[in-house]
């Protein structure tokens, strides 16, 4: 009997190459987060994550939950780690990180410990990976003293729910542009989602950090000390043309910059990201929002922080244009 699927998640799904015995990926399903259906608005009213096999069908769903259910409504910001989905509530009356397995076990993980407010506004928007101790959150946050942050703190949660490292990248922006004599306000506008970062990972090789603000830049900084070590992004962008302080710590390219990335991971050294190709939507009135690429790009950069230059060295264009949240990873097993 044919699932009847209440969020229409494959409605719309084409498989434009199907796998065969000699052409298919070493895994035989993968997560497709929520935010994909015709009745979600935003981050609003989505069930959670749905497993699909290779060939496009439904392999695992969460039972659809009763209205009235705490947790009835799961953040798009969702993997599968270890054997369990990973996710967090939305407005649920505070905020909590979901694990839960394949046979409807579940844990309710209260989150704790974090200088921000334990409110309904704390929650994930993007993507959930598994950083230096435990998962990187990019978050909405409420501050005591400026009110909802939007796009640009991400916090890092350990298996208890303790908050164990907070990142706020608008702040780590503006005081180093203000130590350089530049007005690190203009370019943090809170409370516009002027930076939105959408990917964030943890390089072990240098304890860094690594996000993607789809508005800007992908930006490189240290874990402990949270100075920036590089801002990789389309210099036709108001971040780079009106910025000298950003400008000294741009990398450059011969290739394609990133504009819109999404997806960050790194392949050994490299750093991979699918370029979206759309420019920015929130930049001041008057400024440039950057190119627009004719077709989006799936590529692989090296980088030399001391010739402060991005090499790429792998590149795929299959022609098509995927605006935003489009992503791209490494099959280890298969290449």
Known sequence: MPYDDPQFINKYMYITQPPSQDRKPSFSF???????????SGNENSLGAVLLDIDGNIRWVRNVPATNEKFNRISRATSFIDGKIIAMSIRAGEPNVLRYDLTGTSEVIPISDTSYALDDEFWPHHDIRFGKSGYLLEVNVTD?????????????????????????????????????????SSLNRHPVNWFHSNSTIYDATDNSIITSSRENFIMKIGYDDKEIKW????????????FPSLRSLALS??????????????????LMFFNNGTGSFRNPIGSSAGVNLPTSL???????????????????????SSGVCSSIFRDQLNG
Do not use: C
Request: overall charge negative; proline content about 4%; hydrophobic content about 35%.
């Open 231 to 242: 801002l990789f992004g389309d210099p036709t962008k108001y971040w780079y043309a009106a």
């Open 30 to 40: 993968f997560l497709l987060k929520p935010n994909t259906s015709n009745i979600d």
């Open 253 to 270: 390219t011969d290739s394609e910059y990133p504009v819109g990335q999404h997806a960050l991971s790194l392949d050994g050294d490299s």
């Open 144 to 184: 005591p003293t400026i009110g909802v942050i939007t796009g640009q703190v991400v916090v890092e949660v350990n298996d208890a729910g303790e908050v164990i490292a907070e990142f706020d990248f608008g702040e780590i922006l503006a005081n180093y542009m203000t130590s350089t004599g530049d007005d690190g």
């Open 298 to 320: 799936l590529s692989k950069y090296d980088i030399d922080i001391i010739e402060k230059t991005a090499t790429r060295v792998w590149n795929q264009d299959s022609g098509l």
